[in-house]
């Protein structure tokens, strides 16, 4: 795509951020973003809602609130029961409105497969933008949400465990992010995205590429959901993981035992995943105590380091 110059461009995709910000003035800036996939549980409210939870999240991740959103919908008409798809936009909305946000359109297409998310434009202070490669040396990194939730798809959707294995994922990847980017926001973030389908490690690299640094990551401390042990030991595996594992090996990754012990987690992509974070540690630490008050899953798994390089430690 064309890289097109503009003052008022304060962050486009060059950088691989999670939304594009746009200032009007002083005070405004815009944050576009947009999100929608195929289905990831079986239940049509539940997968509306996950995607609208998913959309919204990018915005949270650049420090915004979300206004409006534009749904997209690619679905078999010709094939299924519109009341699937009824069901499917009703759970979206319910979870738009849950944030703030209005749905104002959107648009179809006849599609033999199911997909379904939004466009949401938000608002952010120009000042206030949060981007995802400010990371500076020994800063902590805190994850807000475990991980697991591609594992634990794969392992229901070919019957290696029952849909109750997902309970708890279930109910986080329909949690908006809003809370912890609420809590956040009275601290200096350094830099922030949400984790999806690069997985942990993909992110992270994304976050430190820039600037030429690498990190340490707490591989132990790292949250995870309740099955996912049973979902792994049953055989359960995602092809993208595989696929950002080599995108992070490009970056300086260390392969060693405790890397390889954990790989299956640290490389599976996310779905409506947490937000990551990183700041100066004496405010880490703070941040994390605010967190936890509120409720939310926190972790600090690792900090920033000088040297382009991904360690795992135990």
């Not at 996950?50 to 420090?63: C, E, T």
Request: charged residues 20%; aromatic residues 6%.
């Amino acid at each position: 795509m064309p890289t097109d110059a503009d003052p008022a461009l304060l962050v486009g995709y060059q950088n691989r951020d999670d939304g594009a910000v746009y200032r009007l003035d002083d005070d405004r800036a815009l944050v576009q973003t947009v999100d929608f996939f195929t289905p990831i549980v079986d239940d049509a409210s539940d997968f509306g809602a996950i995607a609208a939870a998913n959309a919204l999240s990018d915005v949270y991740a650049m420090g915004g609130q979300p206004l409006t959103a534009l749904a997209l919908v690619c679905f078999p008409y010709k094939t299924l029961d519109n009341v699937l798809l009824q069901r499917i936009v009703a759970g979206g909305a319910a979870k738009i409105r849950e944030a703030g946000c209005l749905v104002v359109g959107g648009h179809s297409v006849g599609d033999e497969e199911i997909k379904f998310g939004y466009a949401v434009t938000g608002q952010v202070h120009p000042e206030r933008v949060w981007r995802n490669d400010g990371a500076a040396v020994d800063d902590v990194l805190i994850l807000t949400k475990p991980l697991g939730t591609g594992i634990l798809a794969t392992a229901v959707k070919r019957d290696l465990l029952p849909a109750t294995a997902m309970a708890d994922a279930l109910a986080s990847m329909k949690q908006l992010n809003r809370a912890a980017a609420q809590c956040a926001a009275a601290y200096p973030i350094h830099a922030a995205t949400d984790v999806t389908g690069y997985g942990l490690l993909g992110h992270l690299v994304e976050m430190v590429t820039g600037a030429r640094r690498g990190v340490d990551v707490d591989v132990a401390a790292i949250p995870q959901f309740s099955a996912v042990g049973e979902a792994l030991a049953a055989g359960a595996q995602t092809g993208a993981a595989r696929t950002n594992r080599e995108f992070v090996a490009d970056y300086g990754l260390r392969a060693d035992a405790t890397l390889e012990q954990y790989a299956p987690l640290l490389f599976d992509p996310q779905t409506s995943g947490g937000l990551l974070l990183a700041l100066a540690a004496d405010a880490g630490d703070d941040l994390m105590r605010d967190l936890k008050r509120m409720g939310l899953t926190a972790a600090k798994i690792g900090r920033v380091t000088d040297r382009p390089q991904v360690r795992c430690l135990a």
